[in-house]
């Protein structure tokens, strides 16, 4: 996969994709700015290279209609400060008013498109949407790893019609610790798969049971598991449909030599809710009508002891309903287990990350991934549209 250092990029319009679908509050203000600032090394060389820099991203879903509380508006004003420089919105993403405002630019000069969904052929992958986009550059660089799984306009389709294509450093760099976390891992190579549902990481679990040597299961998803080997679970969440994919994966675990290992004790609750009467319990003696929303202090101790001579660590999904403090110990005390473990570690999903955040270990994890959907599709074994579209000739 060419990247932009490859390229030749002086006084030319180059058109990079980036992910500035970022996180608002009620006055319209930026409350995490961490995808903005990880496209600027991309940004920065551009600049310092001379060209002239056209930036498109969406936000939110409206769903193909200009809607004001989705403008990039805010995302143009903060990379204006992190770039210490003027960075213009243009008032479209295509057309003569976008056109107008990139024919103005001068060699060095950043301008920032406006929201790519308030065209309904950005997700539909439209080709005379993709000629637009493709109109106003010499160049495409795609540099948001988080919607490169979407074979949309400005990921896909946009590449058929620019003659020169090319990786920025942070999906470069995103490719390149998947590739040493799953594709040439040091071993031994330890999965951790958590969240709500099997069903959403039922393709990762089956393709990694040929990539890794242990498998930590947690979260809600682990109820189905435990279900499936015939514990009475309480009311805990369970998909009942994908008992028999549970046992199956587990069957085939031990098939392949890959140990699994499932809670075997949870903190459960009463009700979901904050203020819940809770206890500390087996995963065998889960009260009638009680959940499960967090594994216990011996499963922590067991999943701790399984990571203490891991040197690869790929992490996906929390353990618990972590956003309640009640719940969150045990995906907090996995966070310190993953930090402290001399290992290549690579967490990715917004959940798994808030709650590397939370946990203050962030400094501590050798890679966290910007893209839960795109991450979780590499975890399956599939290939990203936005990356194969960069690799044809």
């Keep these: 996969m060419k990247t932009i250092r490859e390229l030749d990029v002086q006084g030319k319009r180059i058109l990079i994709r980036v992910d500035y679908n970022v996180p608002l509050d009620e006055a319209g203000s930026i409350t995490d700015d961490i995808r903005i600032r990880m496209s600027l090394p991309t940004i920065r060389y551009a600049v310092e290279k001379g060209a002239k820099v056209i930036l498109c991203s969406h936000m ?18 903060a990379l204006s400060v992190l770039l210490d420089k003027p960075v213009a919105l243009a008032p479209d993403c295509i057309g003569p008013e976008a056109e107008a405002v990139v024919n103005r630019m ?25 000629r637009g986009l493709a109109a106003l550059a010499d160049v495409y660089v795609n540099d948001a790893f988080a919607v490169s799984h979407r074979a949309h306009a400005s990921v896909e389709g946009v590449t058929r019609y620019c003659a020169e294509k090319a990786a920025g450093f942070l999906l470069q760099k995103e490719m390149d610790y998947f590739h040493r976390s799953m594709a040439e891992p040091i071993r031994p190579l330890v999965a951790i798969i ?28 682990a109820n189905t598991f435990l279900k ?41 609750a009463d009700r979901f809710a ?44 929390p353990m ?3 956003e309640m403090d009640a719940f969150s110990r045990g995906t907090m005390a996995l966070a310190h287990a993953v930090a402290s473990a001399h290992a290549l570690s690579i967490t990715g999903g917004g959940d798994s990350n808030a709650a590397i955040k939370k946990s203050g270990e962030a ?6 991934s910007t893209g839960g959907g795109a991450f979780l599709e590499l975890m399956e074994g599939k290939t990203l549209p936005g990356v194969a579209a960069l690799e044809t000739a």
Aim: aromatic share 6%; glycine share 10%; hydrophobic share 45%.
């Design 228 to 268: 499936s080997r015939g514990l009475d679970v309480g009311a805990s969440k369970v998909e009942d449909d994908l008992l028999d994919a549970a046992r199956q994966i587990l069957d085939r675990a031990g098939e392949k030599g890959v140990k699994v290992y499932l809670p075997v004790d949870v903190i459960a």
């Design 274 to 317: 904050a203020d819940a009467v809770t206890k500390q319990v087996p995963v065998q003696d889960i009260p009638p009508g009680w959940m499960a929303l967090d594994i216990g202090p011996a499963t922590v101790l067991l999943f701790t002891e399984v990571l203490a001579d891991a040197r690869t660590i790929v992490w996906n999904g």
């Design 194 to 221: 958590g969240g709500a549902k099997v069903s959403s990481k039922l393709g990762a679990l089956e393709n990694m049971l040929d990539k890794v040597d242990r498998l930590l299961i947690g979260g809600a998803m």
């Design 106 to 130: 001068r060699d060095g000069d950043v301008v920032l498109l406006e929201n790519l969904r308030y065209h309904a052929g950005e997700e539909q992958n439209d080709p005379e949407f993709s």
């Design 60 to 77: 939110g879903r409206p769903k193909g209609k200009r809607v004001a509380e989705f403008s990039l508006a805010p995302a143009a004003r």
């Design 363 to 368: 400094d501590h994890i050798s890679y966290m």
């Design 320 to 322: 618990g309903a972590f």
